[in-house]
């Protein structure tokens, strides 16, 4: 349960991504019931040792945010993109899936990573990073296409005796979406991949993290200070933060006068970690099937 500390001349200690099969939390920020929600069935089944030395890691957490200074909360210098690189975001723009995603005002722009906030509190290894070119960054954070992840077959059951027909689907993939399309003669049911852009919403001199923790922290342990983002204009903060009850909520980060910052991942300060069993998403649909006559 211990974090795995990369040595930074500029940082001092800075973290690296979290080991395959392990889950960092930011929790100098967490209470104990909201932590306990993510961590509470695997705590159940280690050591009352183990446990004591994760909940005291917990508090010491606590404490050190408290001894944290307000920190000035501006955009920062958001640094357009151009030439091949602005190219690239107009052919991203153009797609049909961005036009049907991103319906208001938006702009492309390399983002300050020390500006953003953070409302997820938790991260895992992510996905594998790319290059350390920009042009490779680019094409990471702001892909054109969204390969479809491995999926298991779906299973159909016609009549099970405890309820009408159904359909489970299931995917490695968190983060897909259930698609419909009617066709002339029926109906196909498919999960598919979202649009994974990495997104940071801009609400007055606030930068969000609305999309890409995962890429985000993996680009800042590598050494990056910027990531090329799908810049959003919000309202307040209750409009750029989706709402759940495992994020932190608009109103706490107004609260605090420094609030959690996407870099506070790389903390060792202000992280606990805790090793986790794989998941994967299932959807279940359930058919409530009606026949009749009707007049032609």
């Not at 200690?13 to 392990?22: C, D, H, K």
């Not at 909940?55 to 151009?82: F, M, N, V, Y």
């Not at 702001?142 to 489970?168: C, H, I, Y």
Request: hydrophobic share 40%; net charge negative; glycine share 6%.
């Amino acid at each position: 349960m211990s974090n795995t500390v990369v040595e930074d001349e500029e940082a001092g200690g800075r973290l690296s991504m979290p080991a395959p099969g392990v889950k960092r939390y930011l929790a100098g920020y967490m209470d104990r019931p909201h932590l306990e929600t993510f961590v509470g069935e695997s705590l159940a089944i280690r050591p009352k040792d183990e446990v004591d030395q994760f909940w005291a890691r917990h508090a010491s957490t606590s404490d050190e945010k408290g001894k944290l200074a307000p920190i000035p909360l501006d955009d920062g210098q958001l640094r357009p993109l151009d030439g091949p690189d602005a190219e690239w975001v107009q052919s991203v723009a153009s797609t049909d899936r961005f036009k049907r995603e991103i319906a208001g005002p938006h702009a492309f722009a390399w983002v300050p990573i020390d500006k953003l906030l953070a409302f997820q509190p938790l991260i895992d290894e992510g996905p594998p990073s790319p290059g350390a070119s920009a042009d490779e960054v680019l094409r990471w954070c702001l892909p054109s296409e969204f390969p479809k992840t491995a999926a298991d077959k779906p299973q159909f059951m016609a009549n099970p005796a405890w309820s009408g027909p159904r359909l489970v689907l299931g995917t490695r993939d968190m983060n897909a979406q259930l698609s419909f399309e009617v066709r002339d003669d029926g109906l196909s049911l498919s999960l598919v991949p979202r649009g994974n852009w990495l997104q940071v919403a801009v609400v007055g001199s606030r930068l969000i993290l609305r999309n890409g923790y995962h890429r985000t922290c993996a680009l800042a342990a590598a050494g990056h200070t910027h990531v090329p983002a799908l810049v959003l204009p919000m309202p307040d903060l209750a409009s750029a933060i989706p709402q759940s009850p495992a994020f932190f909520g608009a109103d706490y980060l107004q609260r605090l006068p420094r609030p959690p910052m996407v870099m506070d991942f790389l903390s060792p300060d202000l992280t606990v970690e805790l090793a986790h069993t794989p998941q994967k998403r299932v959807v279940e649909i359930r058919f409530d099937i009606m026949e009749m006559r009707i007049p032609t």
